[in-house]
Every structure is written in structure tokens, then in C-alpha cells.
């Protein structure tokens, strides 16, 4: 299946993959005593083999990073301090540093960004976000809704841009630190 030969050269403990059938583009991984992804047929059948590839090596990311039962604590925190904006922004800005993080190790598993990228384009502009937004009478759904818009489209953005530069000084970052603090040490003491 497309889903095992994606799994087949991705790195992992030979994690379980279930196939739901479902039209429904969906995936989503479980943690704990027996993690597991859980791939729609939809999904398969809208990607190809590259971006189905970097999706799973995505949802692996979120398997071996393993912060789901750190995540519902927060969500819990989240339910109950419905009331406070700044606990909901916190909330978001820890759930999009999460997507990142796993947006990188699955970068840096499968070498390639633009698979990544192009699923990513693939699942969120697969309908036109302003029909949806047009169709949705409630003010809460529709700020939810281009939220949501905002945030992918910043992630494809991101893994669209060339990657920046890494710089190789590390030896005279190091070199500059040591004689600092030498020298702060020799004129305190």
C-alpha cells in the first residue's frame, strides 16, 4: 500500500499505520504504550507518494516528540481560563511552535521541503477558505476559520522559503565566549 512503502523509509520503531476509510483527507497520530498514524483513504488518494511520504514523517515527528499528554494539560488550562485572551494566545503560540517543530524533523527525514509544502497547500487550500468564510454565519467560526487560513499559509510559507544559511563558527562563538569570560574573571578576581 502507499502508505507502507511511505513508512518503509522513514526512520521509527516500526510504528502501527491504520487506514481508515473515510473520502475525508484526514491524518493524525496516537501516542502512549502503542503509538500509531491513522491515514484516511482521502488522504491517500489526494497525495502522491512524496507528500504522502513527508506527512507520515510529520506525524512521526509529533510520535517521537510524544508532548500529547503535556498538550491536553494545556488545552485543559485553556477550557478553563476560557476567559483570559492572553492564555488563549499562549495556547496557540505553544501549539504552532509544536507544528513547526515537527514541520523540521520532517524536513530533515525526508531532505525535501517541498513535499511537505505542497501537502500542506494541498489540505488547506483545497476549498476556497473565503466560500467557507461567506457560509459561515457565526462571527466566532468565521474569526476561527481565517485563523486557521492565517496559520497554515504561514506554514507553507515558511517551508517554501530556501532554508537559511547555517553558519560553521561555532569553534569562534566558542573561542570569543572562552576568552570573555576569562577575561571578566581575571579583572573581577
Do not use: W
Not at 20 to 41: A, M, N, Q, W, Y
Not at 78 to 94: A, C, D, Q, S, T
Amino acid at each position: 500500500s502507499p502508505v507502507a512503502l511511505a513508512l518503509a523509509g522513514l526512520p521509527g520503531n516500526g510504528h502501527e499505520a491504520l487506514l481508515i476509510e473515510d473520502e475525508e483527507p484526514l491524518i493524525f497520530s496516537t501516542t502512549g504504550k502503542k503509538p500509531s498514524i491513522c491515514v484516511s483513504s482521502g488522504l491517500v488518494n489526494k497525495l502522491d507518494a512524496s507528500e504522502l511520504k513527508a506527512a507520515i514523517a510529520h506525524e512521526l515527528g509529533h510520535i517521537r516528540r510524544s508532548r500529547r499528554p503535556l498538550m491536553v494539560l494545556v488545552f485543559l488550562l485553556r477550557m478553563i481560563m476560557f476567559f483570559n485572551p492572553i492564555v488563549l494566545m499562549e495556547f496557540r503560540r505553544i501549539v504552532q511552535e509544536e507544528e513547526k517543530i515537527c514541520d523540521d524533523y520532517a524536513v530533515a527525514v525526508t531532505g525535501g521541503r517541498e513535499a511537505l509544502a505542497g501537502a500542506l497547500s494541498k489540505l488547506s487550500r483545497d476549498d476556497d477558505p473565503q466560500q467557507r468564510l461567506r457560509e459561515t454565519d457565526r462571527l466566532r467560526d468565521r474569526i476561527e476559520e481565517y485563523s486557521h487560513s492565517l496559520l497554515m499559509d504561514g506554514r507553507i510559507s515558511r517551508l517554501e522559503e530556501p532554508p537559511p544559511p547555517r553558519f560553521s563558527g561555532s569553534a569562534v562563538i566558542l573561542a570569543i565566549t572562552a576568552l570573555t569570560i576569562a577575561g571578566v574573571n581575571y579583572f573581577l578576581v
